[in-house]
């Protein structure tokens, strides 16, 4: 019985690994390598222009000028596609930080925030109040967001406590303007006496804000360990506020729409610091936060109290003086003043809207 042995120098299989298997790998993803891509076929004529012809014959230097026509054409329509998509690019990036900062066409600039204390006083007084920020708001396109106080009541820990809830105002505020910028609170005491300031002029305007901003000063008069920074650029700033002798008054203060103010409004709105006997009740709440939190103090600014906040019974750079963009009636609501006498007293020496040309 005869058996024949299969000769393996003539099988045509091979084994994954062998050196004939790689050679064969090789070869075939030679062959179904793909063309040149489609952007060095543009940049080819460019890149590795043929050499020009030394015999000079009509021909060759007709070819080269079509060559080089080519070369111009495609150089042209490259940088075209690239400046589209660089345009395309900012405006993106552009689209994203307008959409990120809170800013749209459809949303008023800045907006005024006004809380109502309709349990302690007459709606005389509080509707001429009303009327003081509206015919403000209208001279200069802005939004005038008021709201009663008792709305607020079972928001805070104390409703006798009134000064907190101009941070569910806020909040309110913000959420029904959730496009605009600037939120200026101003507290119902206070009466705007030079109408023909604009937020933007006398205050936001970065190298307005920048010429205002008190550096290196302490957070807690006179003497606090902490205080505000010396080098932060005024473009930076989401939180501008005054201070008077004691520190912090938040009877006028400015914030901007972006999380940072719904950082500031979330901190400064806890319960325990509502069950904590601060001496000045919220002021003193955010004096703690701008000084134990780096995050609230580094986008703060504190500005000349007169800017948008001064006393007319102030002493010094406080005090009120005609042409003053605000007069506050801080502390008014005691028993040895009276907030509507005072108010009388200045409200028919406040300035008028004049029309612009």
């Known amino acids: 019985m005869h058996f024949s042995i299969p000769n393996r120098s003539s099988d045509h ?35 590795h222009p043929l050499p020009s012809s030394a015999g000079g014959g009509g021909g060759s230097t007709a070819f080269e000028k079509k060559r080089r026509a080519t070369r111009r ?10 400046f589209v998509v660089a345009l395309f690019f900012f405006a993106l990036v552009w689209l994203i930080s307008s959409s990120g900062s809170g800013r ?30 509206q015919e403000y708001a209208n001279a200069h396109g802005y939004a005038l967001y008021t709201e009663k106080l008792s709305k607020f009541q079972t928001m805070v820990k104390d409703p006798r406590k009134k000064e907190w809830m101009k941070l569910p105002l806020l909040r309110y505020a913000i959420a029904a303007y959730p496009d605009s910028t600037f939120f200026w609170y101003l507290d119902q005491n206070a009466i705007i006496m030079n109408p023909n300031l604009s937020i933007e002029d006398h205050i936001t305007d970065p190298r307005r804000l920048n010429s205002l ?9 006179p003497d606090s360990t902490i205080r505000t920074y010396r080098h932060v650029p005024a473009d930076r700033i989401k939180f501008i506020i005054s201070q008077d002798h004691e520190g912090f008054q ?22 325990l610091y509502q069950e904590y006997s ?27 109290q007169r800017v948008f906040n001064a006393y007319p019974n102030g002493v010094g750079d406080a005090s009120y003086q005609d042409g003053d963009f ?3 009636l801080a502390g008014c609501d005691t028993p040895e003043r009276s907030c509507v006498r005072e108010f009388e007293r ?12």
């Open 278 to 304: 601060f001496k000045k009740a919220e002021e003193s709440a955010l004096e703690h936060i701008a000084q134990w939190h780096p995050t609230v103090l580094s986008k703060l600014a504190v500005i000349p």
């Open 73 to 82: 054409t495609t150089t042209s329509l490259l940088v075209l596609v690239i």
């Open 213 to 221: 901003m008190l550096r290196d000063i302490p957070v807690v008069p």
């Open 346 to 357: 200045l409200w028919d020496s406040r300035g008028r809207v004049v029309p612009q040309k």
């Open 13 to 47: 299989t091979t084994l994954p690994g062998s050196p004939t298997f790689k050679a064969k790998s090789r070869a075939s993803s030679h062959r179904t390598s793909y063309g040149p891509s489609f952007l060095s076929r543009i940049l080819s004529p460019i890149l």
């Open 104 to 133: 749209s066409a459809n949303g008023p600039h800045v907006v005024l925030v006004l809380g109502i204390d309709d349990l302690s006083y007459k709606d005389d007084y509080t509707n001429r109040i009303i009327a003081n920020r």
């Open 250 to 271: 938040t009877g006028s203060f400015i914030l901007k729409n972006e999380e940072y103010a719904k950082y500031v409004l979330d901190a400064w709105s806890d319960r």
């Open 326 to 328: 605000v007069a506050s």
